[in-house]
Each structure stands twice: as structure tokens, then as C-alpha cells.
């Protein structure tokens, strides 16, 4: 391995205690703490481990943090209801609804509901809109994170060549932006992208965001690019055990990579930061002290 290791776990550790320290001056100033609603609907146990390592950072920061578990078969209306309840509670500054959602709900039209004031995932779509024409508003936490690890390394970004795999309006979309907004020249390539390997292989600085275990191959990099992997994917390991890969083969691609992130403890530490982060935005901003 040639590659520097960028280690998200370590970043988003020194982020968190500063997050501590501002949230601390805030509750100094605003005699209050700000507050994170995590709403989960379903069992589902991917989703409960997120939700407990939310709460855990929320507390280890000073958030508070409101939990709100509801049944799988809850109903559209029922879950309206409690994001209205939400948006309508002044000690909560930060709303996140945790996808994905059970069929029976349509999650554009709850992410749609959620005030874009307390929308600190990103995904309303008026956040959407600031985020692509530059104004401020607040940032998906998953590319946000993303940018900080890239400026980790590679702090000067202009004109550099930013191929993003991946168009979703979680991460690839947002990823473009910031990008774009950094003064790279970005590609965004995906499934019908015409022969990904060479387009990826142009890249500076490449992002893959597929959901695809280890896609991302070697000769896919160009030497000396910067490799920031969102994917977690869980896969077979040894008989009877499973281990977490990326989008990215790890191996292959840091033989080839200046720095590259792992998974775990690259990409995924950061989101949270990312969320305590724009929590502590929302809540400077409802107490006018932004
Ligand atoms: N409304 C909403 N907002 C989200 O931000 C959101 C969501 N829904 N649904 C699910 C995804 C996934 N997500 C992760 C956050 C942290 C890690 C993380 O910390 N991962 C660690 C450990 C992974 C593990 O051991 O499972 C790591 O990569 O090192 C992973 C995934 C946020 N999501
Ligand atoms: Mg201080």
C-alpha cells in the first residue's frame, strides 16, 4: 500500500470535541441546549444501530436528543403528525426522519413536511436548492463529511478534476455541488455512464457513492488521485461471519491512490459530525445567534 490512509474516525473525533466546546458557549449564551429529534420507524436493525450511535454522539456533545420510535406499520398521517409536532417544538433545533422508510410511506412527501429550518439531513428540497445555487442553507451531512476528509488532504481544490460516482439526492447530487462549489471540474457518472472505468480514471479526486461492494477497481485510479469511499456494504466474510467493504477495492486502489478513506472509519464517523454539527448551526440560528 502506497496510499496515505485518511482517517475519518480520528477527524470526526477532533470535530466532535470542538462541536462539545461550541455547543458548550451556546447553551452558555442562549440558557438552552440545542436539541435533535431522531425519528425511527420500524425494527429494522441496521437502521436502531445508527439511531443508538446518534444518541451516543448527541450526548457525548451536550445535544439533547429526542428519540421517537414508531411501529413499521405506521401510517403516513401518524408520521406527519409527529414531524409536525416536531417542527412545532421549540427545543428541538435539528429533525431527522431515518431512511429508508416502510412502503406504505412516501418519503418524499414526509422529507417535504420537515421545516427546512430544522432539515439538518439536507433533504428538504428548498435545502436542496440553496445547496445548488450557493446560498446558505444546510448541507447533506454524508458529502459535507466527504469535503472535509478531500480539504484533509488536498486543501486547494480549484480546477482539480472531481468524478463522482453516483447520483442520488443523499450524496452524489450534494457531492457535486460542494465540489463544484470548491472550483473542480466535476463528472457525475453512474449506472448508464459509457465505459466508467475510463471516466473514472480521469479523476483527481473520486467519490464512489454506488452501493456496490468493492466495484471500484485499481485500474480504475489514477495515480495519485485522492479516493473517498461512502459505500458500506455487508458481505460474506469466512463462513458464517460477514465484514463491511466499501465501493471501493481497498487493496487495489491504495497501490495506485495518493490517500484513500477505509470503511469502516472513514466516511461513516464523519456523517455524524457532520449532523452534531449542523445541529448546533440550527439551533445558533433559531436563537438568532448565528
Ligand atoms: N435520514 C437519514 N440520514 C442519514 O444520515 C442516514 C439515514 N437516514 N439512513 C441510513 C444512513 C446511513 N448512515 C450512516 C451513518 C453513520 C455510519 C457510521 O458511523 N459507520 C461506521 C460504522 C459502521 C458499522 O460498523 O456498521 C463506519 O463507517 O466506520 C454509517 C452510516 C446515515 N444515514
Ligand atoms: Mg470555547
Not at 243 to 251: I, N, R, S, T, Y
Request: proline share 6%.
Amino acid at each position: 500500500m502506497s496510499a496515505a490512509l485518511i482517517d475519518g474516525k480520528a477527524v470526526a473525533a477532533s470535530l466532535r470535541e470542538r462541536i462539545a466546546d461550541d455547543v458548550a458557549d451556546f447553551a452558555a449564551s442562549a440558557g438552552r441546549v440545542p436539541g435533535l429529534a431522531v425519528v425511527l420507524v420500524g425494527d429494522d436493525a441496521a437502521s436502531a444501530v445508527y439511531v443508538r450511535n446518534k444518541a451516543a454522539a448527541c450526548a457525548a456533545a451536550g445535544i439533547a436528543g429526542h428519540e421517537h420510535r414508531l411501529p413499521a406499520d405506521t401510517s403516513e398521517e401518524a408520521l406527519l403528525a409527529v414531524v409536525l409536532g416536531l417542527n412545532a417544538d421549540p427545543s428541538v433545533d435539528g429533525i431527522l426522519v431515518q431512511l429508508p422508510l416502510p412502503p406504505q410511506i412516501d418519503a418524499s412527501r414526509i422529507l417535504a413536511a420537515i421545516s427546512a429550518d430544522k432539515d439538518v439531513d439536507g433533504f428538504h428540497a428548498t435545502n436542496a436548492g440553496r445547496l445548488a445555487t450557493g446560498l446558505p442553507g444546510f448541507v447533506p451531512c454524508t458529502p459535507l463529511g466527504c469535503l472535509h476528509l478531500i480539504r484533509s488532504v488536498g486543501p486547494d481544490l480549484r480546477g482539480a478534476e472531481a468524478v463522482v460516482i453516483g447520483r442520488s439526492n443523499i450524496v452524489g447530487k450534494p457531492m457535486a455541488a460542494l465540489l463544484l462549489g470548491a472550483d473542480c471540474t466535476v463528472t457525475i457518472a453512474h449506472s448508464r455512464t459509457r465505459d466508467l472505468p475510463e471516466v473514472a480514471r480521469r479523476a483527481d479526486i473520486l467519490v464512489a457513492a454506488v452501493g456496490r461492494p468493492e466495484m471500484v477497481r485499481g485500474d480504475w485510479v489514477k495515480p495519485g488521485a485522492i479516493v473517498i469511499d461512502v459505500g458500506i456494504n455487508r458481505i460474506a466474510s469466512t463462513p458464517g461471519r460477514t465484514k463491511l467493504v466499501g465501493d471501493v477495492h481497498f487493496a487495489e486502489a491504495s497501490a495506485v491512490a495518493r490517500a484513500i478513506t477505509p470503511v469502516p472509519g472513514g466516511v461513516g464517523p464523519m456523517t455524524i459530525a457532520m449532523l452534531l454539527a449542523n445541529t448546533l448551526e440550527a439551533a445558533r440560528r433559531h436563537a438568532g445567534l448565528a
